[in-house]
């Protein structure tokens, strides 16, 4: 496959940022879509030219590192795919695609399409957990917790944090992000002393942040590689309401 | 490659006496911290997985101040993050006769009489405290419909032990061990560095003291000292290049640390991971491992016929080869991991592979199917079947799964005692880092058990005991100074080379080697070879290497030519150290070593010890070893027939 | 209520009174059907309720304000929140392609700006007659009947787009609601939507029958 590739470069957060056309030729089908951005890469390091640098690590869709726009969407079209899960096969030969950075004021671009998320490490820290000293835990099987509640748990605790809900949202929003950890301790009876004050804090950082409102559009979870559910949000509404009425 | 024969070492920490007594021992004999003095100890924490994510949280709600270091833009996405299995605890629950004593005998077992009796009892110990501790911090473990954690037998364990989330138990812990991390930090204790890279280690007065860094954003070289310092590093798996770790774990800071003074444990011991998904081009960046699980019903087997090219559903049966069934009539397709893998290199080698270039074997659902329906196998295997399809754009149930073993988990790495401290004063090793407790073999389900065990329980507790002492004042500037040239030095030198291959080209060259000469099987014959050709290799690099931009900013070229030249004195440690070890055990397999069938021949007499390794400033390693002995667990030859 | 999930709830709660005018107000025009008597009966009934107890028009009043506050609440909620995520998203992109299908996105702010700067035009004919042939001081069947008389079809094309922004606006707008408020989840989700378009349906085909009627001089 030959492809045309327009690619958001940037050299550094004060640069302006401009889309640079590159050529790839040879670009097998079997290929992931950040092993095409590798070949583009060696060629460029060999020319001398700054190579496009972009996040990328476990390389198995679960560390939620890398994340690009690609041709208008989080991820690219492929659904419930990181963009390292995404291969080549699903581009047409000849194709020209487009590939943007996660656009957010939150995270900011440090360098081409490496953006800094570290907003989501404070919503965390706001109160994303259980306050459950190492060596203070009961047994484990002192609080039994029905399978549908840890089952649902789950779907929520799934997030990779990779960033996506943002990017796609048309307000900027981090309420899928946020909504899924609130979901996810909010649903365990380990979860409920906190609960209140956990899901206040959070949203209360995630704006803080600067993160948009939540208009239900559903685009989050629409590229959202883990598939969490919107109904995770309006769990986070319900707790962030009560928690305002006490 | 020259080497010189040390002294012996020993574990002193470990006390005597009954072994179910060790740990309770020598926690009470370990000095305690008043916790007025914890506040004025610093700690630098390194890695953030699950050991060192555990670790920085557990010190952090000690009241120690803890500096965490991660290369990643967040704590949370550590390798851990992407173990599938589960995680083995000897908790009974289903009451099928597991004990703490039957998991220490079944690891010091599967680790092929590799490992220290202690250290396995006290993991065998700790390991039912992590469920608890996972339980209470919301870990989303697998229930059943009586609202208790369901447990599942895992790679071939005879009792049913794992507990698990899904195939993404490891993410769970992760993340589980991160929150906690993320409410330290919230709550001052500890101080978070993101997406900064230890370059090497600051060693002042014969202790630890202290990290040189890179900031990976600014490119701002930066000191941070400390009383003690704990690296929770991971594997180095990633010598190889192709390996199922993630892009980013390198053996960096382990080797700089080694190079200060940090024994090197056990090199050699690498795990080969039977059912990965195999190369399918040059381009190849990563390994993608398929659970295990699937081998409960999936059935391996290759072409009887050399060369035959027919699609596998053209095949006959009686034209099949169910070779793991056929060689081990007893476990079948259920053989641990080192042999299905080995199994799978052999019938390769053989030339009956399947696929591009030959290299896997077929692991087909067909009668699985047939059996229980294809619901039932989707029920089971449902998301695995469709990873393997996004990545290979094959449908599994219409054409057998191709496998091929790959590069998994590092058994090896720096040498520590039963504190979990290395060979200099105050730099702790825990995790996949250090080589303690896998022995020459890890069994599944165990990584994610000792992550844990060292982060949340042991290592808080052992480092009390050395940091008792402290706090140690200030660090000699002199030692700092010439840690923070010689980080500087060397990143100078690899920009200056400015030649015409790109790191990416040398580290494949040097996997490929690796892979070839020192992977599923070794023999002195490719080992000498090997390392004939590291050296050379090495001499290329640094005169042809081509590393574009500059220090001062985010420069993935220049992060990736630091690991590759680290990589290059590893692999030839590791092939010394194969070498070195004429025997086969556990993952190392050297093929003068094997029985009449072909099957590992461990030789106890020469080798039951622990090969720890010295830096040699002048090339000429010092080898250390550590006797091992077995009070409780009789050595005996593993047989899968 | 000054976080970006407080607005969020000042605006369902104001959007769900403003729902319920509508209902009501919907309900009210129908009486059109039934002759231009009943109809002016009601709206001076609206005027008198409760009477004697409290004064002429003083519930009404009341209603009125509480309806002219959810307006202002919800508009302000609307603006902030748009205005912040513009802030969200300084730069645009270049490539953007929605997943989900756009709807809500398009709809929901440029609507709802369609639809007030109707309702002032729809105050201005129907309520104070400035714009009605039939001026202020005249009976509301009356001014309903001539503003839509066949010669100003214009008027209801107006109208119609404008019944129909509502419709489209209710139809995301309705279950937003119960997701803000956090009433919705998995298993209600069907249920939530079908209620929305419900809502939606009856409201745009209660509100289109009157002055279609009259256009097509069915009600004279």
């Known amino acids: 496959m030959n492809l045309t590739l327009k690619v958001w470069r940037q050299s550094g957060p004060t640069d302006a940022g401009r889309m640079v056309t590159y050529k790839v030729e040879d670009v097998s089908p079997d290929m992931s879509f950040l092993e095409m951005l590798d070949v583009l890469n060696e060629r460029l390091i060999v020319e001398g030219d700054d190579p496009v640098a972009f996040d990328h690590d476990c390389r198995e869709g679960i560390c939620g590192m890398c994340g690009m726009v690609i041709n208008g969407v989080a991820h690219g079209e492929q659904r419930a795919t990181t963009t390292c899960q995404l291969h080549m096969r699903h581009f047409e030969d000849g194709a020209t695609i487009t590939i943007e950075p996660w656009r957010a004021a939150p995270f900011p671009v440090v360098k081409d399409l490496v953006v800094d998320r570290s907003a989501f490490d404070r919503i965390i820290q706001a109160g994303g957990f259980v306050s459950v000293p190492a060596g203070s835990a009961p047994d484990a099987h002192s609080v039994p917790v029905r399978k549908e509640d840890a089952d649902s748990a789950f779907d929520a605790a799934t997030c990779i944090g990779c960033g996506a809900c943002v990017a796609a949202c048309p307000n900027g929003s981090a309420s899928l992000f946020t909504a899924a950890k609130i979901t996810h301790l909010s649903l365990l009876p380990q979860g409920q002393p906190e609960r209140l004050t956990r899901a206040k804090a959070m949203v209360d950082q995630m704006d803080a942040e600067g993160f948009g409102g939540c208009t239900n559009t559903g685009e989050c979870t629409a590229v959202c590689p883990k598939g969490i559910p919107l109904d995770t949000i309006a769990r986070m509404n319900s707790d962030y309401l009560q928690a305002n009425k006490k | ?641 | ?220």
Request: aromatic residues 10%; hydrophobic residues 40%.
């Open chain 2, 1 to 641: 490659m020259k080497f010189v024969e040390g002294s012996e070492i020993r574990d002193t920490r470990a006390p005597e006496g009954p072994i179910e007594e060790r740990w309770e021992k020598r926690k009470f004999a370990a000095k305690l911290v008043n916790p007025a003095n914890k506040r004025k100890l610093n700690v630098i924490v390194v890695g953030t997985g699950l050991a060192g994510g555990s670790a920085a949280a557990t010190l952090g709600e000690l009241g120690y101040n803890v500096k965490s270091f991660c290369y990643q833009d967040s704590p949370r996405r550590a390798h851990s993050i992407a173990a599938q299995g589960g995680i083995n605890a000897a908790k009974n629950y289903r009451g099928d006769g597991d004990s703490i004593y039957r998991l220490f005998y079944d690891t010091v077992k599967g680790g092929d009489f590799r490992a220290r009796e202690s250290n396995v009892y006290r993991l065998a110990q700790v390991s039912v405290n992590i469920i608890d501790q996972a339980v209470a911090q919301g870990v989303p473990f697998a229930r059943e419909y009586g609202g208790l954690l369901d447990t599942r037998s895992f790679g071939g364990a005879q009792v049913s032990r794992t507990f698990y989330a899904r195939g993404q138990t490891g993410q769970q812990l992760l993340l589980g061990a991160y929150q906690a991390l993320e409410r330290q930090v919230a709550a001052g204790t500890v101080q978070m560095f993101t997406r900064h890279e230890m370059l090497d280690l600051i060693v002042a007065d014969g202790r630890a003291r202290g990290i040189i860094v890179r900031d990976m954003v600014t490119g701002e070289i930066e000191r941070h000292v400390a009383d003690a310092v704990v690296l929770a590093t991971g594997g180095y798996g990633n010598v190889f290049f192709l390996s199922t770790n993630a892009k980013g774990c390198n053996t960096t800071a382990i080797w700089r640390a080694h190079e200060r003074g940090a024994y090197f444990a056990n090199p050699c011991y690498t795990q080969i991971h039977p059912t990965c998904i195999p190369v399918s081009g040059e381009y190849q960046s990563k390994l993608t491992l398929m659970s295990e699980s699937l081998r409960n019903d999936g059935r391996v087997w290759v072409p009887l016929r050399k060369g035959d090219d027919r699609a596998p559903g053209d095949i006959p049966e009686d034209e099949r080869d169910y070779y793991l069934e056929r060689i081990y009539p007893a476990f079948g397709n259920l053989v641990p991991r080192d042999i299905a893998s080995r199994a799978a290199k052999n019938v390769c080698d053989e030339g009956r592979g399947v696929g591009p270039g030959g290299l896997g074997v077929y692991l087909d659902f067909r009668d699985a199917i047939n059996r229980l329906g294809r619901d039932a196998v989707e029920k089971k295997y449902g998301n695995l079947f469709e990873m393997y399809e996004r990545i290979t754009g094959e449908n599994p149930y219409d054409v057998p799964m191709r496998i091929y073993p790959a590069v998994h988990y590092t058994m090896g790495g720096l040498w520590v005692d039963y504190d979990l401290q290395s060979t200099i004063p105050g730099l702790f090793v825990i995790g996949e880092a250090n080589f303690s407790d896998h022995g020459a073999n890890r069994l599944g389900a165990s990584a994610l058990m000792q992550g844990l065990a060292d982060g949340y329980f042991v290592l808080p507790t052992t480092i009390g005991d050395y940091l008792a002492a402290g706090p140690f004042g200030e660090v000699d500037e002199e030692a700092v100074a010439e840690a923070e040239l010689k980080v500087r030095s060397r990143i100078e030198r690899l920009l200056a080379v400015n030649g015409t291959r790109t790191p990416d080209s040398f580290h494949r060259e040097l996997g490929r080697l690796m892979w070839d000469h020192c992977g599923m099987e070794r023999t002195e014959e490719s080992l000498r070879k090997a390392l004939e050709r590291i050296p050379e290799l090495r001499k290329e690099f640094w005169e042809n290497v081509k590393v574009s931009g500059t220090a001062e900013e985010l420069n993935q070229v220049l992060e990736k030519a630091g690991r590759v030249a680290d990589f290059f004195d590893l692999a030839e440690l590791m092939c010394l150290d194969a070498l070195v070890r004429t025997e086969s055990c556990g993952g190392h397999f050297r093929a003068e070593s094997q029985d009449a069938d072909g099957e590992a021949l461990r030789d106890d007499e020469h080798f039951a010890h622990v090969s720890a390794w010295e830096y040699s400033p002048e090339g000429v390693p010092v080898l250390h070893k550590e006797p091992l002995e077995y009070e409780y667990v009789k050595m005996t030859q593993r047989s899968y027939k």
């Open chain 3, 1 to 220: 209520m000054a976080s970006s999930n407080g607005k969020k709830a000042v605006m369902a709660v104001t959007g769900a009174v403003m729902v319920g005018f509508l209902l009501l107000h919907m309900l009210g025009n129908l009486k059109i059907f039934l002759g231009r008597e009943s109809f002016n009966e009601y709206a001076h009934a609206l005027r008198t309720l409760l009477e004697p107890i409290a004064p002429y028009r003083s519930v009404l009043t009341v209603l009125e304000i509480i309806l002219v506050v959810s307006v202002v609440l919800h508009m302000w909620a609307a603006i902030s929140l748009a205005r912040r995520a513009r802030q969200a998203r300084p730069v645009k992109y270049v490539a953007k392609k929605s997943q989900a299908g756009g709807y809500a996105t398009h709809i929901m702010r440029f609507g709802g700006l369609t639809i007030a700067l109707y309702v002032v035009w729809h105050l201005l004919d129907l309520t104070f007659g400035v714009v009605n042939p039939k001026g202020f001081d005249s009976a509301p069947a009356d001014r309903m009947i001539a503003g839509f008389d066949p010669s100003r079809w214009w008027v209801t094309l107006i109208y119609l787009v404008a019944v129909v922004m509502v419709g489209l606006h209710l139809r995301h707008g309705v279950w937003s609601a119960f997701q803000t408020l956090g009433w919705a989840n998995r298993a209600r989700y069907k249920a939530l939507r079908a209620t929305a378009s419900l809502v939606s349906a009856v409201l745009v085909v209660g509100f289109l029958a009157p002055p279609l009627a009259i256009t097509f001089g069915v009600v004279k």
